[in-house]
């Protein structure tokens, strides 16, 4: 029971706002999405968007790693790891990386299925949307529709599928370590865009499915690419680079702590190796660049903020790899001021965001595109400019067809 109530009590902070929802609808709505349990109807932030959400069920496998590590027994611990993580030429990821081992089994994903409030679902494609450390899919949909992607696209016609990443918000926490990996995100992806493709979880089978990214999620985006060039039509990866010079900075600068002893209400039932920012300035560090944000805002990102996972920390680097095979159109968008991709200066000789076709999509059609949004921090979305971003997408799907 106290378990049930935690995971709804997530459910809800995952909203920043109070989301209005329909009362009313017809019974033929839920008949629509069938792979969807305890489906709820909802709008976006600004009510352009109609929402399903629910839990997806998801059975996959994946080739992780044995990691020789049992977690952090206290915070002192997890402190050193992190600090010995950082050092100089640090042997610790040689030594806690073992071999290969397939790990399988069946997740719940909290996901939703977003379509203009004006008109019907699009069938011919869909936004395929995977966030990143320390959100949940509310990173799409935030605060108000200023910063709502999932708003802004419905008001171009667009439909989009967002989720809880497997370990995050209202979506299954298993094992942190052995489970919660890289290439299991990958998967899970995978087997996602599968089920869209095929009318697994909506009665609607979309033809075309362009996978939209921010920071880890675009890692992960560019892992399916790799792994899976016919998942995907098109790309946009954001809040990305090939630059990984900030890293350390970042991370540092995360101030990474336990989570259920930062937050024993959101977090008192998982695990050690479930790991969070330590507070609002922490926040601010990684994700913001000041003065281009609200206050409210960074507010409103620390009260939901979410977990990484000790396996996610050790393996996010192990799925990034060329996609040679894909050859749709890529899109890369980066704040002017990402740390953790460009060290905070994404057009430091040369920029950054154009650099990641020739090094990682050689295949990429000519409709690939590359934008800089001025001020903006690490946390693309957050930010007072972030329509102009959406609107540089947007312009980016239409002049490839999509």
Known sequence: MLQTLVVICLALASRVTATPTFSLFPGTIFEQFPGFEGATILTSQGGHAKCVRGNLNVQTSS??????????????????LVLENLQVNSPLSASVVGAKTQVSGSYKINSQICWPSSGSMNASSIQFLTHGVGFDKSYWDFYSSDYSYIDFMAEQGYTTFSYDRLGVGASAHPDPIQVVQAQMEVEVAHTLIQGLRSGSYCTTKFQKVIGVGHSLGSILTTGVASQYPADLDAAVLTGFSIDAAGFPVFFAGLNLVIAKENN???????????????????????????????????????????????????TNAMVLAPAPE????????????????????????????????????????????????????????????????????AGFLAKNGY
């Open 264 to 314: 024993p209400l959101r977090f008192g039932l998982l695990q050690n190796g479930y790991i969070v920012s330590d507070t609002k300035v922490s926040n601010q560090f990684g994700f913001f660049r000041y003065p281009n944000f609200s206050p409210a805002v960074l507010d409103a990102s620390e009260r939901v903020k979410q977990t990484l996972s000790i396996g996610e920390f050790f």
């Open 326 to 393: 894909f050859t749709g159109p890529i899109d890369v968008v980066d704040g002017e001021n990402d740390l953790p991709f460009c060290q905070s200066n994404c057009l430091n000789n040369g920029n950054r965001a154009a650099e990641v076709k020739g090094a990682l999509f050689p295949a990429a059609s000519a409709g690939s595109d590359s934008y800089i949004l001025k001020g903006a921090g690490h946390g693309l979305n957050l930010h007072y400019g972030a329509k102009d971003a959406y609107k540089h997408i």
């Open 63 to 80: 080739s992780n790693v044995k990691l020789n590590y049992d977690g952090p027994s206290s915070q002192l611990a997890l402190t050193e």
